[in-house]
């Protein structure tokens, strides 16, 4: 059986979780996101805890197993913590600096590279 496939996710306090056939919808603190999965694959939600099941061994449906949950438990912390990505620059000549809500980077090239924010992105140096 799938490794992560076989964890069920938990739901936490504040997340409301909607499953609809094979669409499910989960609503949080940061807000809503929506996916609708393969038929092939069983998504159960059982109190606090959503599990996903398979029907057979197949090679096929041991992919779908745990890429649908891995699915959920990505739509679960996206809705209470967020998503973020951090960047490491390291070494001589290298400058990140944050002007306003601009990111100025200095990466060795002839001039500087600003990077201005898409909406609901924050950036942190």
Do not use: C, W
Request: glycine share 12%.
């Amino acid at each position: 059986m799938s490794r992560v496939g076989k964890q069920p996710v938990t739901i936490p306090g504040g997340v409301k979780v909607d499953l609809k056939d094979r669409h499910m919808t989960v609503t949080g603190p940061k807000g809503t996101l929506e996916q609708t999965f393969n038929p092939e694959v069983t998504v159960a939600v059982d109190g606090d805890q959503i599990t996903v099941t398979r029907p057979s061994d197949r090679p096929d449906h041991r992919a779908l197993h745990g890429l649908t949950r891995a699915l959920i438990n990505n739509m679960v912390v996206g809705v209470t913590d967020g998503y973020e990505k951090v960047l490491q620059i390291q070494g001589v000549g290298y400058r990140v600096a944050l002007q306003g809500k601009s990111l100025n980077l200095t990466l060795g090239f002839s001039h500087p590279v600003n990077i201005d924010p898409p909406e609901g992105i924050t950036f942190a140096v």
